[in-house]
């Protein structure tokens, strides 16, 4: 493969991939605030979105900070009793709803529909005890039709505890939830109309049966923004990205919170994960049996108010031709042990039975094509390619980029411009390459 | 306005094909094993198809001839015959691809272009919906990979993976390319299918002829006759817009003619091809079901609608879940999971596989249909959306 590598090209990409690892590198944990009590503030700001455009938001901050959309992800012990300040500095009364958990006590504030509020510039203080480790939100309990759709919705992550420690790599206390990397996705919609109108004090003209999104978020972010790192200066209120890295047959654990008012089915290209949990609960037949229950998906149609915790692995297996672009040195068709004895090593969990065989078809010429930005010029995994000039670029180690989106496909626009809204990428690197998820 | 436009294309599109200038590319068929250029490899192990990506226009129950995007097969053509026969020949739903478990596919995807848009240079794609272990080449995700612009073609190649529903669809400009109808079912038949005549699977009894839905090892998803149901919705906004050149309505589309396989009822039970204006068949996959009283009918549920999820119904009969997203329900202790349901809900993208019983049922005429009971219905007509007829012999 070494000789399709194009110096230029190289150059080119090593400047793309300064820019990719521009923050934090290192393995793909969930970006949030870890603790026992959290001080948040609900508050206005303004998001933006990649068209161009700037939203006016109500948002929880943490720490009397900037407004963030979606709120701290919130990352607490399994048995920890947690406690949850909420100050309000908006106009309008606030609360903070916990699905999921049990026995919330509020104290302070007035009482309310769902949950005790804030009313402006008061504080309510919430506690509870998290009996059970997983993926679940919080949100506003005041009017949630117009404050979560304003931006007063966030993520609570479970850690699970045995004996007193938390068991890292793992998302249950079986087994069967161990993971490589975990990622978190955050769904909702966006109708920029509402924001506009409670931007200019015209709330009671809110309708809530006329509700059209014309933007779709993934942790608060439409595509392509997704695919900015966390913590971007350039998105001050919404911090979190949602690109996917991982190496073959490393476990990627998917946290999806449908947290908006529409079901978006989400697929994943690249191949199936096996769904393990539902709102926070193993699908176990039995406590203790893991996720026997589970179900192998390629699309999670995950409707509002629900979680989802589902393992993604790929493997290559049974493709019928060795995707790392493996050649038999003498020319006489050896393929897998053969291949091997033939001086030519495995790569790391790479399948044996296809080491080796050639791609079984001919690429068309240049001309025949259009190339994506995401594409590296050669079929095989952690190699490049010639490609014609100013495509591709932005796969700078030969990565597989797999879509992950929702299949609603309506939502991958930003008010009518494609491509955007609701969707991000793995990338899926060779083995060799160290991940710095941005 | 309008009739100047429509002119202004025609002479555009007579202007693009007459003086085209000469490419390299052209369309080219790989299927290795085919002797006698007639689309079909020779080897038993290699099974190919060739589809044409274009444009062209469906008819509706109520006459509404509404512009499309789609594919259409051409396996067999002639290569220097493909940019001809193919024009304005697309299909809703799309040729339905059945491939065979462990088999070598080889699909050849050629883009003959869209005559009535020759303003457009769009490239096409086949994305294999739900294969597992893709490699992006052949994935049909462009902005990953690569896409086939017009008068070329691409093959892509997939060892066929586990057997079930799949669904398969353009990824170029994904909402555009599929709410304009680039959709089709595809599905995979097991291994299970081939084992000699009498053999036991944990005491059922295999006969040649015998069909499952999966590798069950026990029988469990036999069936006798077998219908994709694909739900397609469209609207008609968005494509009036198309046709007319004008800014596309992405956020604002509004699904009216909500489909099974492209047609809306009393089309969906037609049993044979509906032939749009130009006299082509447009929409040649029926959704009619029959069976004789006794045998157990397949469904291949799937959804490629844009906007909504839609739960399906079916009143008088149960259905049995034996699948979902090609997998067969059964838990890694080997328990089956199956439930039985008479409504099941599927957003875009999801596929389920369901067993219809007919030994209990009397003999008549039963309705599939989605409950979103607006979907019930087209544009200008009552009755007339996302509903079928299955009749018991």
């Known amino acids: ?438 | 306005m309008k009739g100047r436009r429509f002119r202004c294309l025609i002479m555009l599109s007579l202007f693009f094909f007459l003086f085209r200038a000469p490419l390299e590319a052209a369309v080219t068929i790989q299927c290795p094993g085919d002797t006698n250029g007639d689309g079909i490899s020779e080897d038993p192990n290699i099974e190919c198809m060739h589809l044409a990506a274009g444009d062209g226009f469906a008819k509706m129950s109520d006459g509404y001839d509404m512009y499309i995007l789609g594919f259409t097969d051409v396996t067999g053509v002639p290569a220097d015959q493909v940019m001809t026969q193919a024009l304005l020949k697309m299909e809703i739903a799309a040729p339905t691809i059945v491939a065979h478990e462990g088999k070598n596919f080889y699909l050849t995807l050629s883009n003959v272009g869209m005559v009535m848009r020759p303003d457009l240079f769009d490239p096409h794609t086949v994305h294999w919906h739900g294969f597992p272990n893709a490699a992006t080449i052949f994935d049909g995700e462009p902005m990953a990979s690569l896409a086939i612009n017009m008068q070329s073609s691409f093959t892509y190649y997939y060892k066929v993976p586990d057997p079930g529903t799949y669904i398969y669809h353009c990824h170029v400009e994904a909402t555009e390319h599929m709410q304009m109808g680039m959709l089709g079912n595809l599905y995979v038949l097991p291994k299970q299918n081939d084992l000699a005549d009498g053999t036991l699977l944990n005491g059922f009894t295999h006969h040649t002829g015998y069909k499952y839905v999966y590798n069950d090892g026990d029988g469990s998803t036999y069936y006798d006759v077998e219908y994709p149901i694909q739900i397609q919705t469209y609207a008609s906004n968005f494509h009036d817009a198309h046709i007319n050149v004008q800014p596309l309505p992405f956020a604002a589309m509004f699904d009216d003619y909500p489909t099974f396989n492209g047609r809306t009822y009393p089309d969906t039970i037609n049993p044979t091809s509906i032939m749009n204006k130009d006299g082509n068949p447009s929409q040649k996959v029926s959704s009619l079901i029959t069976a004789t009283r006794g045998q157990k009918i397949l469904l291949r549920l799937s959804s490629l609608a844009t906007i909504d999820t839609h739960t399906l119904g079916i009143i008088g009969m149960n259905m049995k879940v034996v699948g979902k997203d090609a997998h067969i329900l059964r838990n890694p202790a080997g328990l089956n999971l199956y439930y039985q349901t008479n409504s099941l809900a599927l957003g875009g993208g999801e596929s389920y596989d369901v067993i219809l019983d007919t030994s209990a049922v009397e003999a008549g005429t039963y309705f599939l249909y989605a409950r979103n009971l607006n979907h019930m219905s087209n544009r200008t007509q009552d009755q007339a959306g996302m509903i079928t007829e299955i009749v018991i012999q």
């Open chain 1, 1 to 438: 493969m070494k000789h399709i590598l194009r110096r230029k090209v190289l150059l080119f990409c090593c400047v793309v991939a300064l820019l990719l690892a521009w923050t934090v590198t290192g393995n793909a944990a969930i970006s949030g605030v870890k603790g026992k009590t959290f001080n948040l503030t609900a508050k206005s700001g303004y998001i933006t979105t990649p068209d161009g455009n700037n939203i006016f938001m109500w948002g929880y901050a943490l720490n009397g900070g900037t407004m963030q959309y979606p709120g701290p992800t919130l990352i607490v012990n399994q048995g920890a009793v947690v406690t949850v300040r909420l100050t309000n500095q908006l106009s309008v009364p606030v609360s903070i709803t916990f699905p999921g958990q049990g026995e919330v006590t509020a104290t302070g504030g007035i009482p309310g529909l769902l949950a005790r509020e804030a009313p402006p510039g008061a504080t309510v203080e919430y506690q509870f005890r998290v009996s059970q480790p997983g993926t679940y939100m919080y949100h506003s309990g005041t009017r949630p039709e117009l404050q979560i759709e304003m931006g007063l919705v966030g993520a609570i992550i479970v850690r699970p505890m045995v004996g007193g420690t938390v068991i890292t790599g793992q998302a249950y206390t079986h087994p069967d939830s161990q993971f490589d990397h975990q990622y978190l996705f955050l769904l909702t919609e966006l109708d920029p109309h509402i924001h506009t109108l409670v931007e200019q004090g015209r709330m009671n003209e809110f309708n809530n049966t006329v509700v059209h999104a014309e933007y779709w978020m993934i942790n608060g972010r439409a595509a392509p923004d997704t695919l900015l790192a966390t913590n971007d200066p350039t998105l001050p209120s919404q911090p979190y990205g949602s690109i996917v890295m991982a190496h073959p047959r490393e476990k990627v654990l998917m946290r999806i919170i449908s947290a908006g008012r529409d079901p978006h089915p989400f697929h994943n290209h690249g191949n199936h994960a096996t769904l393990i949990a539902h709102d926070g609960r193993l699908l176990e037949s039995v406590p203790g049996a893991g996720a026997d229950l589970g179900e192998r998906h390629f699309t999670t149609n995950a409707v509002p108010g629900e979680t989802y915790d589902l393992i993604f692995t790929w493997t290559g297996e049974n493709m019928g031709w060795d995707f790392y672009g493996h050649t038999d040195p003498t020319g006489a068709g050896l393929t897998g042990a053969a291949c091997v004895a033939a001086g030519v090593p495995l790569e790391s969990g790479e399948p044996l039975e296809n080491h080796c065989k050639p791609i079984p078809v001919s690429l068309p010429t240049q001309d025949a094509l259009t190339f994506g930005q995401f594409y590296s010029g050669s079929p095989f995994l952690g190699a490049l390619g010639a490609l014609p000039p100013g495509e591709g670029g932005f796969n700078p180690n030969g990565g597989y980029f797999f879509m992950w989106h929702s299949h609603a496909e309506r939502e991958l626009t930003n008010f009518d411009i494609f491509p955007g809204g609701m969707l991000t990428f793995l990338i899926l690197e060779h083995p060799n390459v160290v991940l710095s998820v941005p």
